[in-house]
């Protein structure tokens, strides 16, 4: 297969709801309604990933999850990745196994200024991946951000949306709160 159908062939495993074992955190409603932007996703997200736990069980207990939970649970991993260190950060953590997750999200809160940035970092990635396993047997990141040239315009576009896109989906969650929690 070729390196750039790679992203084609990443694939969602995360569709699957299980609506009878559907898992709504209990939280203080008069409280977390109060807060705003992060905090506020925060206090919805952080029951999600105490649930979830770990890695090794997140594929059977994130079908506990909605799919608004699963926009907001799996975008996390994208903002959270790219916040600390950019897209080279997020691919360097191999976190793109979540591409999937993370657009079918992105499609379902009907987004769509992220996809075209994401589609840009995952395309510069796929030119660059031996670039990337490289550094990885060498435990060099520092050489991917000094050579590279694109990422960092790339992440800059999503740091510019970070407001915007944090403000859309906040009031996508509120929008959809009974899904997120017990009230």
């Not at 360097?92 to 979540?98: K, L, P, T």
Request: glycine share 4%; net charge negative.
């Amino acid at each position: 297969m070729k390196k750039e159908e790679a992203h084609e062939a990443l694939e969602d495993i995360y569709t699957s709801f299980n609506s009878k074992q559907h898992f709504r955190a209990k939280v203080d409603w008069d409280t977390v309604k109060q807060l705003n932007g992060e905090e506020f996703l925060w206090a919805v997200l952080e029951p999600m990933s105490l649930m979830v736990d770990s890695y090794e069980h997140e594929a059977e207990r994130v079908q506990r999850l909605s799919p608004a939970q699963k926009a907001l649970y799996f975008f996390w991993y994208l903002d959270a990745q790219v916040a600390n260190g950019g897209f080279i950060e997020f691919y360097w953590n191999a976190f793109d196994f979540y591409l999937p997750s993370i657009e079918t999200g992105q499609e379902l809160m009907q987004y769509d200024k992220l996809l075209p940035i994401i589609d840009k970092a995952h395309h510069l990635y796929l030119q660059h991946e031996d670039d990337f396993d490289k550094c990885k047997e060498q435990d060099d990141i520092e050489w991917l951000y000094e050579n590279i040239k694109g990422f960092d315009r790339i992440d800059e576009q999503y740091y510019d949306l970070t407001e915007e896109l944090h403000g859309f989906i906040e009031r996508f969650v509120r929008k959809n709160i009974d899904e997120f929690i017990e009230k």
